[in-house]
DNA sequence: CTCTACCCTAACGTTAGGGTAGAGTTGTTG
DNA sequence: CAACAACTCTACCCTAACGTTAGGGTAGAG
């Protein structure tokens, strides 16, 4: 399928898909003769994936290198075990870090939320000050 | 108080405090004769004021717009009826969009609660899946 | 003085895209 | 097959909110 159609389903823009193909993070399957990106079911995955990690505050480069790591976890490929295993601690690293950031989302979001009862109690006592 | 101790309280970076003065959202209340950033409790509690609602994603231009707005309601010199209504309402939609905004976050908060429990799982499984 | 810990300005760098221009491609009509 | 709408392409410039040097000045203790 051409972009348009990836982009509504994933709700990303055009200039995001492409975007991430510069980085390196999501390559189209093919080309069209006439040079338009196509994209597979399995590219649209993988673009979910990304969309789910985006809140995670993780840079464009922090999810290549995730997703590269587990790709080549999942690969028919087999590994030595010293490889496999380094592939694992970053892996962990990145939860580790996922958790510290959830931890921070919810800082964030009872700051925010904190915020807006502000504005709203103060929009109610200004409605019956009427000091004008 | 000089910016570093005004950092450490607030949490913000020098640069961040710098740059707020730089678009008009904080600006220290006095220099030293060499120039040093004085600032006064008043100030701090407007840095602190800022740091709420950074997580609601509002833009520095808008945050500076907001503070002036409810600024003028605060000041001690009255308004106009329907100057004080004008700045009301927009106090109202920033309300509406901070209400918004928390609800974006816990779309996201979730997501990567979300993301993070994926991660671990695979961890988890990946952790006995011998298959070196 | 002089030393250390701070602080200053100026200016370029970064991240994650948004927006636009100008040109080519696809699939559908007449 | 030509014409056409709808879509897509590359290339490039733009933005916000800081980070990061570089090169220097300041506060105050000893």
Redo the contacts with the bound molecule.
Sequence with gaps: M????VAARTEL????I??YEE?GLVAPSAR??????LYTETDVARLMVIRRM?PLG????QMRDLLDATDRLDADTPLRADEREALLERVRTYQREAAAQVEKLRVQLSRAEDFEGTLRARLERDAHTDRA
Excluded: A, V, Y
């Excluded at 051409?2 to 159609?5: A, K, N, R, V, Y």
């Excluded at 823009?13 to 995001?16: I, P």
């Design positions: 051409q972009i348009g159609e823009s055009l200039r995001t492409r975007h980085t069209s003769r006439g040079g338009f990106r985006k993780f840079t464009l480069d």
